[in-house]
């Protein structure tokens, strides 16, 4: 029992530093924007724009139409949406509907 309770700080402790991997507490995702006179990077991601089309190896823009395409879109870094930049990790999820589409996953 005594072992339990040393590694359920440590299990909480990588839990929270998964929702927040800086540490410095600002986790920004689309429900946490507010509507802005201009459009921001987080704002645009939010509505798809970056979901919607991705450049292909000779650099031109091509719409996005399958699953594996849409989740192998890197554009945000991880912990907030108002970062532009590529961690590794996809920032779009396919949506099975009547038209599937491309849509953030953040």
């Known amino acids: 029992m005594k072992q ?4 359920i700080p ?12 800086d540490g ?7 429900e ?3 509507d802005e006179q201009e459009l921001s990077f987080g704002m645009a991601y939010c509505q798809g724009d970056f979901c919607r089309t991705y450049e292909d190896q000779d ?3 091509r719409s996005v139409t399958s699953m594996e395409e849409c989740e192998v879109i890197d554009v945000v870094i991880r912990g907030s949406i108002e970062e532009w930049g590529q961690d590794g990790e996809g920032d779009c999820k396919w ?6 589409y491309c849509a953030p996953s953040r």
């Not at 339990?4 to 590694?7: A, E, K, N, R």
Request: net charge negative; proline share 6%; glycine share 6%.
């Open 95 to 100: 949506v099975e509907d009547t038209q599937p």
């Open 59 to 61: 650099g031109n823009q």
């Open 32 to 34: 946490d924007l507010q």
């Open 10 to 21: 440590f299990a909480l402790l990588l839990l929270l530093s998964a929702c927040d991997p």
């Open 4 to 7: 339990l309770w040393t590694i």
């Open 24 to 30: 410095d507490g600002n986790v920004v995702r689309c």
